[in-house]
């Protein structure tokens, strides 16, 4: 299956969430594609409903795959950034054909 796009709402309320958070111009398209993976990752397997523990994971995968400790780093910025914009506002709702996304980013609204 494809990897999806992130949803347009989504994305737009990351982009304010980098700018607020002076993240670098840049930068700001390896942030999105980092969060792109990672909800990628949450949607391919399974994961723990701790934050923390779907971060590790998430790591450990981009360790699997070679990358680089800052890019590890930022992966994880941009994924801790992701999940602050997340507690200020619920997100909006995304159907992909009844799932994926919209079921990845309900998961992600604090409980």
């Known amino acids: 299956m494809p990897m999806l796009p992130v949803p ?11 700018e607020k958070r002076a993240v670098a111009p840049i930068q700001r398209a390896d942030y999105k594609k980092w969060l792109r993976y990672f909800l ?11 934050r923390a523990d779907r971060v590790r994971l998430f790591i450990d995968k981009l360790r ?34 009844k799932g994926t996304f919209g079921d990845i980013l309900s998961n992600f609204v604090p409980k």
């Open 64 to 97: 699997e795959k070679r990358q680089i400790p800052f890019q590890q780093n930022q992966a994880a910025h941009a994924v801790s950034l992701y999940f602050k914009m997340q507690r200020k506002r619920e997100p909006p709702v995304a159907d992909f054909n």
């Open 40 to 50: 990628d990752f949450c949607g391919k397997y399974p994961v723990p409903k701790a």
């Open 8 to 18: 347009a709402p989504v994305l737009t309320r990351f982009d304010a969430t980098l």
